[in-house]
């Protein structure tokens, strides 16, 4: 059984409930819940995934990637056998651009533009703090830290390596053929 809150994210992050450690699944909470406190938006379901993208929700792109990069490593170990830790990827998957929720608002004009955070941080840095402050190890800040183009360190980590493809495959998809 999953708290409240679990319950109440999972509406719109339904991976959350994949997650066999309920701990875990409750400070992944705690991270949204931290970041969207200090966001623009009412709800999870109104924060926007990219600048120029208005209709495309952050949360639709959170849990694209997340089943791309579970399905990507089921077929990798199906055909390669390496193993990957899919309770990591699909944590790391739910954290690892919850920091758009700040880095993107309306303008006067209601066109999604960068925030002030956005042009002055570089992007996965507010999530990878708000991750540490809810009991994530150093492994899952490198993760969020390194997942982005904008990071000069590469990620160290297979899951993270793997998750890195699908979240530029949904990125770069999206970004070319959306309908926005």
């Known amino acids: 059984m999953y708290s409240e809150r679990v319950e109440r994210y999972a509406q719109y992050l339904p ?13 992944v909470c705690g991270v949204w819940e931290d970041m969207l406190k200090q966001s623009p ?33 089921r077929i990798i170990h199906k055909y390669h056998g390496i193993e990957f830790d899919e309770q990591r990827i699909i944590t790391f998957g739910l954290l690892h651009d919850v920091d758009k929720v700040i880095e993107y608002e309306f ?3 209601r066109q999604l533009v960068k925030s002030e955070i956005a042009n002055k941080i570089q992007h996965g840095v507010m999530s990878a703090i708000l991750a540490y402050q809810n ?35 949904d990125w770069d998809l999206v970004c070319r053929y959306s309908a926005h």
């Open 107 to 109: 303008n006067g004009e």
């Open 135 to 169: 009991g994530f190890d150093s492994d899952m800040l490198h993760m969020i830290l390194t997942h982005t183009t904008e990071s000069k360190m590469r990620p160290q980590i297979k899951e993270a390596i793997l998750f890195g493809y699908a979240d530029l495959c």
């Open 41 to 73: 938006w009412k709800s999870i379901e109104e924060a926007r995934f990219k600048e120029g993208y208005d209709d495309v929700s952050l949360v639709s792109h959170v849990n694209s990637t997340v089943e791309c990069a579970l399905s990507l490593s």
């Open 15 to 27: 991976s959350l409930k994949l997650l066999k450690d309920e701990k875990t699944a409750d400070a």
